[in-house]
Structures are given as structure tokens and as C-alpha cells.
């Protein structure tokens, strides 16, 4: 079955520093999400991709989808203590009606 | 909007007790999603319905689980006999999408329900 695999597991930053997580399945997408959860909080959804290349921002988030559709980065740039939490992207195959979710990157940033 | 509503937010409750678990999606959706997250195996979808009807079940991990959605308004995952391994938090999730298509618009998810089984 489709799986969808996130690095890393676990970063620490000082508050400033740039973040970047990776995700990447097994087999084609047709999307990616992303969403964040915040300690002890839901999912809370934050973009959605779609096409091949695609490349979008969000103040100091950006978000891309592989030109193969198979891999996807969220990138944070100056990170602030606002960014602790969970990212977790999401994936969605025409051969599965539901999005597949990712094992997730915590974010730990130190003031 | 209220958004998702679970209840209960926390269940305590012994082995082999019978466990119920409730979700109101958010009015107008047609998509409604049951995950399981836990440290060991992050978030599982265990089921989701379109329209009320059950679309795809395989993520349910064996017969002592079960789920309905009786209306567009209210549904509930089942677990009978509850075991320790059950223990996790339990999100319903809800998202509008053309009926009959793949849903892939933002999922909504409630505050989840911490279900504890001793």
C-alpha cells in the first residue's frame, strides 16, 4: 500500500533559524497537504498542493511538490516559538479515496 | 460555526468494557474521517464515510471495532471488548467534497477524544 514517509522526526532550532521538513512516498500523488498540530491540538490544515512543481508561500512558509509528485518539502524560515508543533503532510492517490498522512516532524524552537 | 464536535474528550475505562465514541461533523459536509493517533504509529485513518455510506473500512484493526453514521449529522466508532492496545487519541475529521469524487478539500478535525483503557 501507499506510504508516505517523513525527515526528520524531531528537530530542535534556536528561534531564527530556518526549518525544513521532507516527505516522500512511495508512489505518485495526485495532492499533498500539510497540516500542524500543536502540542496537545488537532490538525489544523495549512495548504494544499497540487500540481507538478508547484511552489507556494504562506509569510515565512513554503511549501513544494516535486516535479515527479512524489516528494514534498515545507520550508520555515526564521522560525519563531509560535512554530512549535507537529507538521505532518498528506497524501492523496487516485488509487485510494483518502489522504495517507505522514509520520510527521516535531518542531521544538528555543527562545 | 461550532466546527467538529467529539465527545467524550476523555474516557477512562477498563478492559473489556464497551466503548463509545461520538462525532457532529461540521453542517453541509459530506466527507467524515475517523483517525487514531498514537506515538507508536502517529495518525491511522481507521474509516471514513461520503454521503453517510462507509467507503473504505481497511484501516479498522479487526472486528472489535465498528462504526456507523446514522445521519449527515452524527456518527460514532464503537469498541467492544476494549483492550490496553486501544489506548490513543481518536480525532473525526469532516471535509466537503463533490459527491461521489475523491474528497481532497481540507479536512476539519475535532479536539479529539483520549480514550484510556486500564
Known amino acids: 500500500g501507499q506510504q508516505v514517509m517523513q525527515i526528520p522526526q524531531y528537530q530542535h532550532v534556536q528561534e531564527g533559524e530556518d526549518f525544513t521538513t521532507y516527505c516522500n512516498s512511495s508512489t505518485t500523488l495526485s495532492n499533498i497537504q500539510w497540516y500542524k498540530q500543536r502540542p496537545g491540538g488537532h490538525p489544523v490544515f495549512l495548504i494544499q498542493l497540487v500540481k507538478s512543481g508547484e511552489v507556494k508561500k504562506q509569510k515565512r512558509l513554503t511549501f513544494q511538490f516535486g516535479e515527479a509528485k512524489k516528494n514534498s518539502s515545507l520550508h520555515i524560515t526564521a522560525t519563531q516559538t509560535t512554530d512549535v508543533g507537529t507538521y505532518f503532510c498528506a497524501g492523496g492517490a487516485r488509487s485510494r479515496r483518502a489522504l495517507t498522512f505522514g509520520s510527521g516532524t516535531r518542531l521544538q524552537v528555543q527562545p | 460555526d461550532a466546527g467538529v464536535i467529539q465527545s467524550p474528550r476523555h474516557e477512562v475505562t477498563e478492559m473489556g468494557q464497551e466503548v463509545t465514541l461520538r462525532c457532529k461533523p461540521i453542517?453541509?459536509?459530506?466527507?467524515l474521517f475517523w483517525y487514531r493517533q498514537t506515538m507508536m504509529r502517529g495518525l491511522e485513518l481507521l474509516i471514513y464515510f461520503n454521503n453517510n455510506v462507509p467507503i473504505d473500512d481497511s484501516g479498522m484493526p479487526e472486528d472489535r471495532f465498528s462504526a456507523k453514521m446514522p445521519n449527515a449529522s452524527f456518527s460514532t466508532l464503537k469498541i467492544q471488548p476494549s483492550e490496553p492496545r486501544d489506548s490513543a487519541v481518536y480525532f473525526c475529521?469532516?471535509?466537503?467534497?463533490?459527491?461521489?469524487?475523491?474528497?481532497?478539500?481540507?479536512?476539519?478535525f475535532g479536539p479529539g477524544t483520549r480514550l484510556t483503557v486500564l
Open positions: 475529521a469532516s471535509s466537503f467534497g463533490t459527491s461521489g469524487a475523491y474528497s481532497y478539500n481540507e479536512q476539519f
Open positions: 453542517s453541509g459536509h459530506d466527507y
